[in-house]
């Protein structure tokens, strides 16, 4: 079984994106053999107020329930974040995505910290997508900085109990400088033939806290499939291993079987 960590619904105001809805997203799963998505919607990062974007997502995947598993998009230093998560909690999320840049906050500043409390509290975790676009061809009103290292780093000691979850950069300068066992790593952008930084951050982190996305719909997803196939070929990953990083770690991390 393969399970998508890290999987959109929605409208990008720097491009056109192909697919936007959530039956497109169901279709494309149906294609390429993926079973569930957590989802969160692009249109709730750019929105002033995320929770319409939310809203707007917990209706749109009604029908699709049992395979689109719903993460809320929460800014922090809005005056009601934490009622905001909770209602969230309410409605069916199991998770909440942040997007420090895009909404320009610290990770590590009071609110996002309060927020990142409490989604232990609420026995969630949090997944923080480093960057949205490849710098190198991003639209010049687009944010330019990724969520560095240390501040990732930071906000995990000020959140000790908090589960993280990275997605959408090259982590081995994460995995090197964040020594935290609560934080997973998306291998979406993890090289598998040249260098293989997905041996690097398992050296560092453990195959038990790698994890699959395929940033669908932002990117495609047959290019994250070609590395499940390679896995063991090329790098000589146990089945078992590879087993984990398609499903069983994140399954147990958000408790979906």
């Given at each position: 079984?393969?399970?998508?960590?890290?999987?959109?619904?929605?409208?990008?105001?720097?491009?056109?994106?192909?697919?936007?809805?959530?039956v497109?997203?169901?279709?494309?799963?149906?294609?390429?053999?993926?079973a569930?998505?957590?989802?969160?919607?692009?249109?709730?990062?750019?929105?002033r107020?995320?929770?319409?974007?939310?809203?707007?997502?917990?209706?749109?995947?009604?029908?699709?329930?049992?395979?689109?598993?719903?993460?809320?998009?929460?800014?922090?230093?809005y005056?009601?974040?934490?009622?905001?998560?909770?209602?969230?909690?309410?409605?069916?999320?199991?998770?909440?995505?942040?997007?420090?840049?895009?909404?320009?906050?610290?990770?590590?500043?009071?609110?996002?910290?309060?927020?990142?409390?409490?989604?232990?509290?609420?026995?969630?975790?949090?997944?923080?997508?480093?960057?949205?676009?490849?710098?190198?061809?991003?639209?010049?009103?687009?944010?330019?900085?990724?969520?560095?290292?240390?501040?990732i780093?930071?906000?995990?000691?000020?959140?000790?109990?908090?589960?993280?979850?990275?997605?959408?950069?090259?982590?081995?300068?994460?995995?090197?400088?964040?020594?935290?066992?609560?934080?997973?790593?998306?291998?979406?952008?993890?090289?598998?033939?040249?260098?293989?930084?997905?041996?690097?951050?398992?050296?560092?982190?453990?195959?038990?806290?790698?994890?699959?996305?395929?940033?669908?719909?932002?990117?495609?997803?047959?290019?994250?499939l070609?590395?499940?196939?390679?896995?063991?070929e090329?790098?000589?990953?146990?089945?078992?291993?590879?087993?984990?990083?398609?499903?069983?770690?994140?399954?147990?991390?958000?408790?979906?079987?």
């Amino acid at each position: 079984m393969i399970i998508d960590v890290n999987a959109y619904i929605g409208h990008y105001p720097f491009r056109n994106l192909k697919y936007r809805t959530a039956v497109e997203l169901a279709a494309l799963m149906d294609k390429y053999g993926i079973a569930k998505s957590c989802v969160a919607s692009l249109n709730a990062v750019y929105y002033r107020d995320c929770m319409q974007g939310n809203c707007e997502l917990i209706e749109e995947i009604s029908p699709y329930r049992g395979r689109l598993i719903p993460f809320c998009v929460i800014n922090p230093e809005y005056n009601w974040a934490q009622n905001d998560l909770r209602k969230c909690i309410e409605m069916g999320f199991r998770g909440v995505r942040l997007f420090p840049k895009q909404q320009f906050y610290k990770l590590e500043g009071e609110g996002s910290v309060q927020l990142l409390n409490l989604a232990a509290e609420l026995k969630i975790p949090v997944h923080i997508p480093i960057i949205l676009e490849d710098l190198r061809g991003r639209h010049p009103m687009d944010v330019m900085e990724v969520i560095s290292p240390e501040e990732i780093k930071n906000a995990a000691i000020l959140a000790p109990d908090t589960s993280f979850i990275l997605s959408n950069y090259n982590f081995p300068s994460y995995s090197r400088v964040i020594k935290s066992d609560n934080v997973y790593y998306d291998i979406g952008r993890l090289e598998c033939l040249f260098g293989s930084s997905i041996s690097e951050v398992a050296k560092d982190a453990g195959y038990d806290r790698l994890i699959f996305g395929t940033g669908a719909m932002m990117q495609n997803i047959p290019v994250q499939l070609v590395k499940l196939s390679l896995m063991e070929e090329i790098l000589g990953i146990a089945s078992e291993q590879i087993e984990g990083i398609m499903s069983g770690n994140l399954s147990k991390l958000i408790n979906i079987y």
